[in-house]
């Protein structure tokens, strides 16, 4: 089974700077993606990045980057230049890609709250 | 991106009654759609899994008898929680798959709130 472990509960980063929000993961797949969705306020999930695990190359949208070591199932989140509006719980999350086109569902980590303060 | 719509956003309802929540894919077609249950300052938790045209599949701990899920078209899917009782009030996502089968898209959620 695969586990997805968030160990910060809370953190938070000054307007403008940037914060690295932890995410590792236990799996026996060789083939699968890896997710970070926000929920602000609203707790409407918004994807905010996705990986798949055969590329290499890291992730990046926009202020939104990750760095995957594979090797050490490791799948941190960087916020740069941070703003107001990303105050939000942080979920990561992990897909098993099944073969035939079937959809794998999401297993969530326990989250992180991630207040930006002005 | 994909829109997923839910609705109600928001129920309130005596105990021992029943509650239909819609999930529909707005602008795609989704073959599967999944029920979520998020308590307060929690994650969220899969309940179960709605494939169209056939019976869901539902995690285990979890009732079928009292979360009935239908996925009777390629756009629609109902959870209906029966005879709801306060322990159910919870707060409640559903997501559907994108054609390509690599993103989940979520509804806006459903909180549940039994008397």
């Known amino acids: 089974a695969q586990t997805v472990t968030q160990s910060q509960p809370e953190m938070s980063v000054q307007e403008a700077e940037t914060v690295t929000l932890s995410c590792t993961y236990d799996?026996?797949?060789?083939?699968?993606?890896l997710f970070w969705y926000k929920q602000p306020p609203s707790r409407q999930m918004i994807l905010v990045i996705r990986q798949e695990a055969y590329k290499q190359q890291n992730a990046t949208e926009n202020r939104f980057s990750v760095n995957f070591q594979k090797a050490a199932k490791s799948f941190s989140l960087k916020i740069s230049d941070s703003q107001l509006g990303d105050t939000a719980m942080y979920f990561c999350?992990?897909?098993?890609?099944?073969?035939?086109?079937?959809?794998?569902?999401?297993?969530f980590g326990k989250g992180t709250k991630l207040s930006v303060k002005p | 991106g994909a829109v997923v719509s839910q609705h109600p956003s928001r129920v309130i309802c005596k105990s021992g009654t029943s509650v239909k929540i819609e999930c529909r894919s707005l602008?795609?077609?989704?073959?599967?759609m999944f029920w979520y249950r998020q308590f307060p300052k929690k994650s969220l938790m899969l309940m179960a899994t709605s494939n169209e045209g056939s019976k869901a599949t539902y995690e285990q701990g979890v009732e079928k008898d009292k979360f009935l899920i239908n996925h009777a078209s390629l756009t629609l899917s109902t959870l209906t929680v029966t005879s709801a009782h306060p322990e159910d009030s919870s707060f409640y996502i559903c997501?559907?798959?994108?054609?390509?089968?690599?993103?989940?898209?979520f509804g806006s959620g459903t909180q549940l709130s039994v008397l």
């Open positions: 999350a992990f897909m098993k890609h099944l073969n035939g086109g079937s959809q794998g569902n999401l297993i």
């Open positions: 997501s559907a798959s994108s054609p390509n089968n690599e993103k989940l898209f």
């Open positions: 602008d795609f077609q989704a073959t599967t």
């Open positions: 799996t026996s797949e060789s083939n699968y993606y």
